[in-house]
């Protein structure tokens, strides 16, 4: 007689994150004033352009009590400081609350001569010879390695340590611009791919039939629309139910909601548990106004940054969130809002940090939810194949 395995739990994707985020580095080898002070250059430098963060290990010995509140046993506190917002907080920090808390960030610096990261910076620094030897387990992905100046060779321990020390960039711990690069470089190389989703899982109610069926330009519009992002992404799929499957042409890839009952809302929630580090540029097939210069001017303008880029819509001045590229940031912001009761991806974009664009062409954002909105956009695409003619 044999048994099935038993499997605990399900098979999910899960995402390329660290202790903290998918960018981060552990700076060690150097006294923590050093690592902050590098820490700062980097920050103040990259922060225009990119969310950074800093993790850290106080020094504070003379901190008996905890502050505030937490002293008298309060949980967490929270204090809004008017330049900046300060929580406390009395319970332990396990690895996934970490990752909670530095979720948008696009670069984390770590002090790592008390923290850990899955990629390090190296620091050769006479003086804390001994405490770096000391963490050689802790080096498991050394990308640069910086010389301070009393410093002329890579210690003999990190060259056994790290047999591919001559292939790792080498720096002097003064060449500011050389090292504000390697991690400008690293984050735009670390750029997620761009995957499109056609949103053709509504049961159309209003419109009487399935919208994504309707044949605008002689196909189907939700093929018509994944045609057109083919050039433009990485991979494109259609987004349905599970009994709309069969419906679907095998000519293209089909990604089945598997955060059911949810509208858009479990489409997107979907294409993020299929592939978390992917960004999504989603879509919805009742648009037939849509043009390719209506999604490149959202590629060009897209900020990694931000959780989402998306166009203001031109009926009120919200945010349009199905035409609009997703970030992988947003999956944890997508998840939250959810556990709060909440389903509506529009709500989401209003009250997070988002990158908003005026659409040149406001028109090919309208959407046909109607018999009438159907009519209307029919002579409205007859109008143009006359002009075009003409």
């Known amino acids: ?130 405490s770096l030897q000391k963490r050689l387990a802790q080096l498991t992905n050394v990308e640069l390695i910086l010389l301070d100046e009393n410093s002329t060779d890579v210690f003999d321990f990190i060259k056994e340590a790290i047999p591919n020390w001559q292939s790792i960039p080498a720096y002097r711990l003064d060449e500011s611009d050389r090292i504000i690069a390697f991690f400008a470089n690293k984050l735009q190389e670390s750029k997620p791919l761009l995957n499109g989703l056609v949103l053709a899982g509504g049961k159309s109610v209003r419109m009487g039939f399935d919208k994504g069926s309707v044949s605008w330009f002689g196909k189907e519009q939700r093929y018509h629309v994944a045609d057109m992002l083919k050039p433009l992404c990485k991979d494109v799929f259609i987004s349905c139910r599970a009994d709309q499957r069969q419906q679907i042409s095998p000519d293209y890839p089909v990604l089945e909601d598997t955060f059911t009952g949810l509208g858009p809302y479990g489409a997107i929630l979907s294409a993020f548990r ?66 709060q009761g909440y389903s509506c991806p529009r709500k989401v974009l209003i009250n997070s940090d988002v990158h908003l664009l005026q659409a040149s062409n406001t028109d090919a954002l309208t ?20 002009s075009a003619d003409v």
């Open 367 to 386: 959407n046909v939810n109607t018999p009438d909105d159907l009519e209307k956009v029919k002579r409205t695409i007859h109008q143009k194949i006359a």
């Open 274 to 339: 299929e592939q978390p580090d992917r960004a999504w540029l989603v879509v919805a097939c009742d648009m037939p106004l849509l043009e390719t210069e209506t999604f490149k001017f959202l590629m060009e303008q897209r900020k990694v940054s931000a959780i989402a880029t998306a166009y203001n819509s031109p009926e009120n001045e919200f945010p349009e969130p199905l035409i609009t590229i997703w970030e992988p940031k947003s999956y944890p912001v997508l998840l939250s809002f959810l556990s």
């Open 1 to 130: 007689m044999t048994s099935k395995e038993h499997k605990k739990h399900a098979d999910l994707a899960k995402p390329a994150i660290g202790n903290y985020a998918r960018n981060e580095w552990a700076i060690l080898g150097a006294p923590c004033i050093v690592i902050k002070n590098l820490a700062d250059q980097v920050i103040g430098a990259l922060s225009s352009k990119y969310k950074c963060a800093y993790a850290d290990t106080s020094h504070n010995d003379e901190m008996i009590l905890a502050p505030g509140r937490l002293a008298n046993g309060a949980m967490m506190e929270y204090t809004n400081q008017i330049n900046y917002q300060q929580f406390n907080y009395n319970t332990g920090a396990t690895p996934f609350r970490l990752r909670q808390q530095f979720s948008e960030a696009d670069l984390v610096l770590v002090n790592g001569n008390h923290q850990q990261a899955k990629s390090q910076v190296v620091i050769i620094y006479h003086a804390k010879a001994a």
